[in-house]
């Protein structure tokens, strides 16, 4: 019989990530979690170290964005695990695999209100998929392994490991268990992945039955590695096409039937498409309030085939006819064939002809756009995403953070891949940008990443650029610089009279300083023919992070726009379409 091997609890909690794969994690040390950053010394797993915590969550939410795996960011107790709480609430709110661990203090002392002391797992249960407290060193290989299963089965999400210092301390035998033996332990944890035969098939016929059909995409197919089953769905079906925010490039910008994307600023062929449809196929989609505008009136005569992988989605916003739990290839995959087995048998799909000639007139009529500057005026801030969007290396990542510049980016980049687009969707957490683009670059090192900012947004989280620079990670930063809080100025011109509260920002800091102090390149650009040579300039550097702080139009709005609460037959279109709207009908 073999010796068992006696390790700490730290050493254990370190091999145990190895053990599960992990390459990379983020993380700041501290006090409690000291323990576990020893071994890290001798490990396999590169460390990055962050500025603030809430630059590690982000991180690793990048990484897994565009990598499909885990993101890990470890940190200590109280105020380092309460700054991840934001993180672990936006992963939450999109579905995005993490691992956060967090120390905590020792276990005789909890409950005594010592220092930096607080009831991580209290606070977070509400914001992640699993959470626990781990009191035993022994138990710490089976708390990873089940966090990183139930991360990344069912619908994805964040898992929180709290673990007091003595338990990092304490000594363990070692083991790694078995994926049996995780399943066994997790009796109630079974997620559903084969939708129901007879539902499917039920979506099938009322496929062939539509005569307005729209595939409607979420992220639950990126999340599900669907987007190759959806095409053949489409190309099946003909069907037009809208992608959430959250599902851009699940399906390419570039095919004829996409309509881009829906909602409070989705656009109008998009918008209407949905409206006017007897049929959304809700693939991997939420029903979240900024695609659907006022509830009672969306999508009045659809039916709706609602496939997700999470039962607690179906019904929760709107009743659906042919409810399909599980995994999104999956029952893509059974959809198409069921269709096979229909027509095989002699039914045949509705013509959709008249549907499909309408909603391309609707994209041909409504194209998005925007008045170019006059000479002399302002940078426009879409122009510089077009040039961005056009000098872009192919298999370019855009990661945004939240407000007008998200909407423009989703709007004017065109998305031909899957896995190329990263953003907060869910929570829309200001600051997300530059921490989620460090994270993509080190997920995926050969490819471009651009991450385009606002001022507001930007000086959130800046501060990890140190971070980038150090650590040798070249990301590329676009700031699209209004000097305002633009979307919440947007809303006080429309909805308040133009009563600006606390909404501009000033004219400091300067960013090209800023960004020269933490280590990037810092490029000013205030015209547009200063736009395409620094776009040039920044996509030649691959040294070091650069940042462009474009000086764009103060006063510019996102167009076109659903206002909240109200239907999305009253979308507001750009002004130069407005006289135009009777004939989205």
């Not at 992990?22 to 700041?28: E, P, S, T």
Request: one cysteine or more; glycine letters at 8%; hydrophobic letters at 40%.
């Amino acid at each position: 019989m073999s010796k068992k091997q006696r390790i700490t609890g730290a050493e254990a909690l370190i091999k145990s990530l190895e053990h599960a794969g992990v390459d990379v994690m983020f993380g700041l040390p501290g006090g409690c979690i000291m323990p576990a950053y020893d071994p890290l010394l001798k490990s396999s797993i590169r460390h990055i170290l962050v500025r603030h915590e809430q630059g590690a969550g982000h991180m690793a939410e990048g990484y897994a964005h565009v990598t499909g795996r885990p993101g890990v960011a470890m940190v200590t107790s109280g105020p380092a695990a309460t700054n991840l709480v934001t993180p672990l609430c936006d992963a939450y709110m999109d579905s995005i695999p993490m691992i956060a661990i967090t120390g905590q203090v020792s276990t005789a002392a909890i409950g005594t209100d010592a220092f930096q002391e607080c009831d991580t797992v209290g606070i977070t249960r509400s914001i992640t998929k699993h959470n626990e407290l781990v009191m035993k060193a022994q138990d710490l290989p089976l708390a990873v392994a089940q966090a990183f299963h139930i991360a990344t089965t069912g619908r994805p999400g964040p898992v929180l490991i709290d673990v007091p210092k003595d338990v990092l301390i304490n000594e363990m035998d070692w083991y790694w268990p078995s994926e049996d033996e995780v399943a066994d332990s997790l009796p109630g944890y079974k997620p559903t992945s084969k939708g129901h035969p007879r539902m499917i098939k039920e979506a099938a016929r009322l496929i062939l039955q539509s005569e307005k059909p729209v595939l409607y995409l979420g992220g639950g197919v990126l999340k599900a590695h669907a987007a190759e089953a959806v095409a053949e769905l489409q190309k099946m079906i003909n069907a037009p096409v809208v992608t959430t925010l959250m599902a851009r490039g699940a399906f390419p910008d570039s095919h004829p039937m996409n309509l881009g994307m829906p909602g409070m600023h989705g656009t109008a062929s998009a918008v209407t498409a949905m409206q006017k449809s007897d049929l959304l196929i809700a693939l991997g989609a939420r029903f979240d309030d900024r695609v659907t505008g006022k509830v009672a009136a969306f999508a009045p005569e659809a039916k709706i085939i609602h496939v997700d992988i999470d039962p607690a989605e179906q019904g929760k916003v709107r009743r659906p006819d042919v409810p399909i739990v599980g995994d999104c290839r999956l029952v893509v995959e059974e959809i198409i064939k069921a269709i096979n087995e229909l027509t095989d048998g002699g039914e045949r799909q509705a013509d959709i002809g008249a549907w499909r000639s309408k909603v391309s007139g609707w994209k041909e009529q409504f194209p998005l756009t925007y008045e170019p500057s006059a000479p002399g005026e302002a940078l426009k801030p879409q122009y510089c995403l077009e040039q961005l969007r056009d000098s872009a290396p192919e298999d370019t990542i855009l990661v945004a953070g939240v407000g007008q510049h998200q909407m423009w980016a989703s709007q004017y980049w065109r998305f031909e891949k899957p896995y190329t687009w990263v953003n907060s969707g869910g929570l829309g957490t200001m600051g997300f940008s530059v921490p989620a683009a460090i994270g993509a670059k080190v997920g995926q090192p050969d490819k471009t990443v651009w991450a385009i900012d606002g001022d507001g947004c930007f000086q959130m989280t800046a501060q990890e650029l140190v971070t980038a620079s150090l650590e040798n990670i070249p990301v590329k930063v676009g700031i699209l610089n209004n000097s305002y809080l633009g979307m919440v100025r947007q809303w006080q011109e429309l909805f308040y009279d133009e009563r600006y509260s606390e909404v501009y920002l000033g004219s400091l800091p300067d960013f090209v300083k800023w960004a020269e102090a933490m280590g990037c390149v810092g490029i000013r650009v205030d015209s547009p023919e200063e736009v395409q040579p620094a776009i040039d300039k920044a996509n030649s550097i691959n040294d070091r992070p650069v940042v462009v702080d474009f000086r764009v139009a103060e006063l510019e709005k996102v167009f076109p726009m659903v206002a909240a609460g109200t239907s999305n037959d009253d979308i507001i279109l750009p002004e130069s379409q407005r006289e135009l709207k009777g004939f989205l009908k």
